[in-house]
């Protein structure tokens, strides 16, 4: 699986050219782009990265790839990140790694956004991930049942948790926020579930990346697909 993983992420490398300003995506299959950019910066290529994680940061720090923030530029030209669920539409789940609020905002950010993954993330509709939703601690009772509502609004439902770090305790995202997990098991249209849980005042944000991905990189034992979004960014 390791192997596919760094094949996708080569693959995403051909893309990278002289110049580009990228986001550097979260995740084990991010992190084997970043690895592998760093072999390329240390070979002469001039680019510049900003992270979508401070686990993102550090790894790229010690692979040497030169970094900014969105507040020194504010355009990048390729982000590079992986997925917990790619659907055909180039729909996403994202957050397994919690990093989902600086990877959309990098995402969006971006020209363009290219998801790796090996083929075990392409899946025929979204939802049997569960989908992390970031939230605000305060309130969490009142947003949880607003989230209850836009789930049966848009006719899915299922279980919550709140998410625990490895130690037991509440995980924190690097924003400071917390993670609900919800086990819907299938999103008919991920699109509506998307923009109700945005309009929730106690979300911050949600892992259905909806029209950000511009192509996916599927590595599997037969091979490496590359499948290119049909419809233009933001649709
Ligand atoms: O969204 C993410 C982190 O927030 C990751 O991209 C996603 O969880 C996939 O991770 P991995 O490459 O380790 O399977």
């Not at 993330?121 to 939703?133: H, M, R, S």
């Not at 130690?167 to 509506?192: M, N």
């Not at 979300?203 to 599997?220: N, R, T």
């Amino acid at each position: 699986m390791d192997q596919l993983k760094r094949q996708a992420a080569a693959r995403a490398l051909e893309e990278v050219r002289d110049g580009m300003q990228l986001g550097l995506g979260t995740g084990s299959t991010a992190k084997h782009f970043v690895e592998l950019l760093g072999e390329r910066v240390a070979a002469g290529l001039k680019v510049i990265g900003v992270p979508t994680s401070e686990a993102t940061r550090a790894d790229a720090e010690r692979c040497g790839v030169p970094l900014t923030t969105l507040d020194e530029i504010d355009h990048l030209d390729i982000t590079v990140d992986g997925a917990d669920e790619i659907d055909p539409e180039l729909n996403l789940i994202k957050g397994g790694g919690g990093a989902l609020l600086r990877e959309k905002i990098v995402a969006a950010a971006s020209d363009r956004m290219i998801v790796i993954a090996d083929d075990s993330k392409w899946v025929p509709t979204l939802g049997k991930f569960p989908l992390p939703i970031e939230v605000i601690p305060f309130g969490l009772g009142a947003t949880r049942h607003a989230i209850e509502k836009a789930f049966a609004a848009c006719g899915v439902s299922g279980q919550m948790a709140v998410r625990k770090a490895k130690d037991g305790h509440v995980f924190v995202t690097d924003g400071g926020h917390w993670i609900v997990d919800a086990q819907l098991g299938r999103i008919a249209d991920p699109a509506s579930l998307a923009r109700a849980l945005s309009a929730i005042p106690g979300v911050v944000e949600h892992g259905l990346f909806i029209g950000l991905a511009s192509s996916a990189v599927l590595a599997g034992g037969e091979g490496i697909r590359v499948i290119e979004r049909r419809k233009p960014k933001g649709d």
